[in-house]
T-cell receptor, first 115, second 109 residues
Framework: GAGVSQSPRYKVAKRGQDVALRCDPI?????LFWYQQALGQGPEFLTYFQNEAQLDKSGLPSDRFFAERPEGSVSTLKIQRTQQEDSAVYLC?????????????FGPGTRLTVL | GIQVEQSPPDLILQEGANSTLRCNFS?????LQWFHQNPWGQLINLFYIPSGTKQNGRLSATTVATERYSLLYISSSQTTDSGVYFCAVRYYTSGTYKYIFGTGTRLKV
């Protein structure tokens, strides 16, 4: 597609369930980023991939969060044993070159609600 | 780490008015983007502007990297301009690049 797509757009999970969020970046984009946006706040960086390599995961809030991009295109953010504090919008962005030197383009986000 | 602050935090405008939004950052940055987050949550790219001045229709932006600020100008505001405006910066620290969003300016027209 022409832009970054994410699925599902909305996800409701019971506390303790595992969830998987998908990101399809713009075709050919080397860099891929995940962000978490809590209600009323700005996006906060979670992790960064350059092709299939996860170069920075310093923003992942706990070891319950795991991200992968095995073939250097589609990425999945997995959250295990979800907690209520995980409720947020999860945003994916991609950029053309490595190192995030170019502008980032964002997907529509996945709104996760943990009950 | 670097601090990125935006002002004003909230802004109410009459349709047709002009405004200036400011983004201050506390240390050197490698690039800077302005985004508009519409009421549906989509982040829309406005400008990629690590330095200099750019214009796109009713919007323009200026970044003075040496003085650590960027300005976003909105002229002849329209109701569709409502939403939250973020600046986001990329900076180098501890051997890696980091990305941080500003505090945002919530605009209602």
């Amino acid at each position: 597609g022409a832009g970054v797509s994410q699925s599902p757009r909305y996800k409701v999970a019971k506390r303790g369930q595992d969830v998987a969020l998908r990101c399809d970046p713009i075709s050919g984009h080397v860099s891929l980023f995940w962000y978490q946006q809590a209600l009323g706040q700005g996006p906060e960086f979670l992790t960064y991939f350059q092709n299939e390599a996860q170069l920075d995961k310093s923003g992942l809030p706990s070891d319950r969060f795991f991200a992968e991009r095995p073939e250097g295109s589609v990425s999945t953010l997995k959250i295990q044993r979800t907690q209520q504090e995980d409720s947020a919008v999860y945003l994916c962005a991609s950029s053309l070159s490595g190192g995030g030197r170019n502008e980032q383009f964002f997907g529509p986000g996945t709104r996760l609600t943990v009950l | 780490g670097i601090q990125v602050e935006q002002s004003p935090p909230d802004l109410i405008l009459q349709e047709g008015a002009n405004s200036t939004l400011r983004c201050n950052f506390s240390d050197s940055v490698n690039n800077l983007q302005w985004f508009h987050q519409n009421p549906w949550g989509q982040l829309i790219n406005l400008f990629y502007i690590p330095s200099g001045t750019k214009q796109n229709g009713r919007l323009s932006a200026t970044t003075v990297a040496t003085e650590r600020y960027s300005l976003l100008y909105i002229s002849s505001s329209q109701t569709t301009d409502s939403g939250v405006y973020f600046c986001a910066v990329r900076y180098y620290t501890s051997g890696t690049y980091k990305y941080i969003f500003g505090t945002g300016t919530r605009l209602k027209v």
